[in-house]
């Protein structure tokens, strides 16, 4: 087995010197009625790298990928281009293979990465300070209900009806456990302004997104005004993190709590996961914070360097009064997040959200174009919904055979709300004027 | 000066050079120097070409960014310099024993990377219609079937996303199952080992739990004298939370009939899966009586641990919790796999949804290519090498540290501090191990043990690399039993000295500011 190097001879002395007769010892503390005596039946037995090879990429090859052709999906997760370098910077043994930086001596590599990943998130989301990540958007956004629960100590939390209905139900999951109470604002495309009305005096936070899971970006200062002067905060959800580039980031809005998806920057697809989660805040709430914090410190030679700090936030630490459960985050996202972000600069990242966007636009003009279809998104960046007279299923359903897959039908993330003739898609930087012109002359043909 | 055997200067002793560092670039020898990306990047470079944007009228409605991030860039020779640096300041597996106790830091295999990065699952949206991702559903049931098997269990979550997402998702399938028993509201408490994760007593909290503490006695096995005390009253009890085999690395002999009990009182068993590693392939933990336990796959099934995630924490349930499992989840119908996504029909009694999409796919090709290299043989190896190893260290080292219980360990060996003399304290242990060339053990957890040292080699050292690390332990250890006063400044040759934690949490800088402008120096 070749990922085992103990050989039976050092298996004998090491038992010897143990003064074990064999490993059957090491299991007597196990009930007798539960000890197997073989390897578990009805499963295979070990397999050469050649094998297991051909079996995983046969799986792999029933999936149709995002790159084999005209492809507009999005809806909280958005197939972007990431630089060669990030993916080999990620596998560098020396990230890959290590631990929670608990020993900060010989993880300043790992380290240093999280506080520089922690000033590019507070940068891009406009928030002073922000964490070393949660599991992913939706988790995050679930730990802001929480966060901001504790931060009031009220027990009401209000949801636009533009959140990502998987963040909404994360959320909802989390909160009615700690029996805080959920107000849903109906799903609509252009609502998240009626969080200002929704705010009383009992609430916690109202949480708005932008963009939203229709693809409308909104100014939603006037949700947080509205949500301060009744001393609740506002929390503002994005799920594609490009958009801060060109769109007005949750800071600028005054939020107190940013949270989103950061996968966009760095992470492939990967059908929904490992992806990273991004939190940040204002000063005044960093001590109410879940998850882990890096801040700068000195050794003792007076060098300058980074330590996880604030752990008595933590459960390792605090066990039952610990802001939250989570340990394991999402380090090596995070990394993949800031190795990109590191090469994209402004500069960069600015134009790779302009060029998001004006691919968007074209879409949009090259659909908008056709007799039946109506654009439901008055404001967008790289995504937006439109309606046609049909079932919205079966409209990608032959766009599928016409080899497009043209999006995300509402219905299938809200059920039984009257969007079943919606469809949302999403177009980045890697979807080409060939996949537009595809897209627009299928869907002409078929509506 | 002294010469060497080639009539040479000596080593000269090092010199802190007023910067903290030895020399004048502060980079010594193959340890480079590396600044943050925020003093050594502009705000104009970038490192990644794009076209240029052909200038058209936004439609962003007025939604726009005010003010720029302010952002640097590097260029990828510059990117790649400032990563590769950094990275040779941290200490990996790859590079030695990495033997944090409870943690599981075995070999991360590479065919598990290359696997999944297959187009086919690293470039598949999670929302593409189901018929087009068929595999991706294919592979998560084999994943599914294999865990069950090797757990005996009938059922598993496999959304959640880390080993306390997994926590929390068998305690809120208890929660709901009280639910269902109209109990929920008089079922609140939920009983935890003094020696369990922070986690626990965390997740129970996060679920609406009370937690009330369970004693270990003094074999490091939970205490059924109070165990039985705590379940006098069992009209409050909700479950209990036990890690098995515990955080002492030793297997509860009482397991069964802490079901039984628990059972009895009209609650719930969840098990903490993290120290599977100890009995895959030799006990299912179906067969204990268990109702819940969640299996971090970036411990027992080898997906890296990636600097502190992701992770990955499917969860098997009994058949009492199952109906209560979280969507979304897959079912096989005679047209192929189909996830189920909606609170309704195979899926109206599950307590709810716990995040965005299906779970880690990219965890679950790695850990099916691990189980599928290693098969059901293979994996049974892989706990008896990991227990075999875990007392070979063991018996060297209790040569000269205490063991914190007699008697044969799991996958890990505890150890107290007992041994060392006044004024040396487990840190200093842990420090001096790092000059020594290696990673320290977990310290000071559980806390049940007075400075507690943890060590778990996994299976995957070989027995000349385990001798080469009790040689160093032994060293240390003996120069701490005789309170060598050099040990607390120890770490001396790593990356960086003994950091500051208490400075850095009285006044948190947790990014990076520019600098002041500095005063123009008067003349």
């Known amino acids: 087995m070749r990922y085992l190097p103990l050989t039976h001879d050092d298996r004998k002395v090491m038992l010897a010197r143990i003064g074990a007769a064999s490993v059957d010892d090491f299991y007597t503390d196990v009930p007798e009625a539960a000890r197997l005596d073989g390897p578990i039946h009805d499963l295979p037995s070990h397999q050469g790298e050649l094998a297991v090879e051909r079996h995983i990429g046969e799986l792999a090859a029933k999936n149709r990928t995002a790159s084999e052709g005209p492809f507009f999906v999005g809806c909280g997760a958005y197939k972007h281009h990431v630089p060669a370098s990030v993916d080999h910077i990620i596998q560098r043994s020396e990230f890959l293979t290590t631990y929670t930086p608990y020993q900060p001596e010989i993880a300043q590599g790992t380290l240093q990465t999280l506080f520089e990943f922690q000033t590019q998130v507070a940068a891009l989301t406009a928030m002073d300070v922000a964490n070393a990540s949660m599991y992913d958007g939706s988790t995050a956004c679930a730990e802001a209900a929480l966060m901001a629960c504790r931060a009031t100590r009220r027990k009401k939390v209000i949801l636009s009806g533009g959140l990502h209905p998987h963040y909404a139900a994360a959320t909802r999951t989390l909160c009615e456990a700690q029996g805080i109470e959920i107000v849903q604002l109906p799903a609509a495309v252009d609502s998240e302004l009626e969080l200002a009305k929704s705010v009383d005096g009992e609430t916690a936070c109202v949480i708005g997104q932008s963009p939203n899971v229709f693809g409308t970006i909104t100014d939603m200062s006037s949700v947080a005004e509205a949500a301060h002067a009744r001393k609740a905060l506002f929390v503002s959800v994005f799920t594609e993190a490009v958009s801060l580039g060109l769109a007005m980031p949750p800071g600028e809005m005054g939020a107190d709590i940013a949270v989103g998806e950061g996968q966009s920057i760095g992470n492939p697809l990967t059908f929904g996961g490992p992806y990273v989660g991004l939190f940040a805040c204002t000063q005044k709430l960093v001590r109410q914070m879940p998850g882990r914090l890096c801040g700068e410190t000195q050794d003792a030679d007076g060098k300058r360097g980074f330590v996880l700090t604030l752990s008595t936030r933590e459960q390792h630490i605090r066990r039952d009064k610990a802001t939250s459960n989570i340990c394991t985050n999402a380090g090596l996202c995070a990394l993949a997040f800031t190795a990109h972000m590191t090469l994209l600069g402004d500069a960069g990242l600015t134009r790779l959200a302009r060029l998001n966007h004006e691919t968007a636009c074209d879409l949009a003009d090259a659909l908008e174009a056709i007799d039946g279809v109506e654009l439901l998104t008055p404001r967008f960046f790289n995504e937006f919904a439109f309606r046609t007279k049909m079932n919205a299923e079966a409209v990608l359903a032959m766009l599928d055979e016409k080899g497009v897959v043209g999006g995300v039908r509402a219905s299938r993330l809200i059920p039984g709300a009257g969007f079943d003739d919606v469809i949302i898609c999403a177009a980045t930087e890697c979807v080409t004027a060939d996949d537009i012109e595809a897209y627009a002359d299928a869907l002409k043909e078929i509506v | 000066m002294s010469m060497n055997t080639q009539g040479r200067p000596t080593t000269p002793a090092i010199v802190a050079n007023g910067n903290g560092s030895a020399s004048v670039s502060g980079s010594r020898g193959l340890l480079q120097r590396e600044d943050l990306i925020f003093e050594i990047g502009t705000t104009e470079t970038t490192g990644v070409d794009l076209p240029a944007p052909k200038g058209r009228a936004d439609r962003l409605g007025g939604v726009a960014r005010k003010a720029a991030t302010d952002l640097p860039g590097l260029s990828e020779p510059e990117a790649m310099r400032h990563y590769v640096r950094l990275s040779q300041k941290n200490y990996a597996i790859d590079l030695g024993v990495f033997p944090l106790g409870s943690c599981t830091m075995k070999h991360n295999a590479r065919l598990n990377e290359k696997m999944a990065r297959l187009p086919g699952f690293a470039d598949i949206h999670p929302l593409q219609p189901q018929y087009e991702i068929q595999g991706a559903l294919e592979l998560i049931d084999q994943l599914a079937i294999w865990l069950k098997m090797l757990t005996g269990m009938p059922a598993v979550a496999m959304s959640p996303k880390a080993g306390a997402h997994g926590e929390l998702c068998g305690m809120l399938a208890i929660r709901q199952a009280l639910i269902a028993r109209g109990e929920a509201n008089t079922r609140k408490r939920v ?257 049940v043990v007075h400075g507690a040292m943890l060590i778990e080699p996994t299976e995957t050292e070989s027995k000349a690399e385990l001798d080469r690390f009790c040689e160093s332990v032994i060293a240390v250890a003996n120069r701490a039993a005789a309170g060598e006063e050099s040990l607390k400044g120890a770490p001396y040759h790593a990356p960086m000295r003994r950091l500051d934690e208490t400075q850095a949490a009285r006044k948190p800088r947790l990014k990076w500011t520019p600098p002041e402008p500095k005063a123009i120096a008067a003349e």
Do not use: W
Not at chain 2, 214 to 230: H, L, P, Q, T, Y
Not at chain 2, 302 to 317: E, N, R
């Open chain 2, 191 to 447: 009983l935890v080992p003094a020696s369990a994760h922070g986690t626990n007593p965390a997740t129970a909290i996060q679920c609406g739990f009370q937690v009330d503490e369970i004693k270990a006695n003094e074999r490091g096995r939970v205490d059924m004298e109070d165990f039985r005390a705590k379940l006098e009253d069992t009209s409050d009890i909700a479950g209990i939370m036990l890690t098995n085999p515990n955080t002492c690395g030793l297997f509860e002999t009482d397991i069964c009939e802490i079901a039984d009990l628990i059972h009895e009182a009209g609650g719930y068993f969840y098990c903490d899966g993290a120290n599977f590693n100890a009995i895959v392939g030799r006990v299912r933990p179906g067969d204990l009586g268990i109702d819940a336990m969640h299996i971090n796959l970036h411990k027992t099934f080898s997906t890296p641990h990636g600097g502190g995630g992701p992770g990955s924490g499917p969860t098997v349930l009994s058949d009492a919790l199952a109906p209560y499992a979280p969507v979304p989840f897959i079912v096989k119908g005679e047209d192929g796999f189909r996830l189920v996504e909606d609170l309704k029909g195979d899926a109206s009694e599950s307590f709810g949804r716990m995040c965005a999409f299906h779970g880690q796919m990219g965890m679950f090709v790695r850990a099916l290519t691990y189980m599928l290299s290693h098969g059901a043989d293979g994996l049974k190896q892989v706990a008896e090498d990991a227990v075999l190893n875990a007392n070979y260290v063991q018996v060297r080292l209790k040569e000269v540290m205490t063991p914190a219980f007699d008697g044969y360990c799991m996958h890990e060996a505890l150890f107290s501090d007992e041994f060392a003399a006044e004024g040396i304290e487990t840190i200093d242990i842990a420090k001096a191990l790092i000059d020594e060339g290696y990673h320290p053990m977990t310290m000071y957890f559980p806390l």
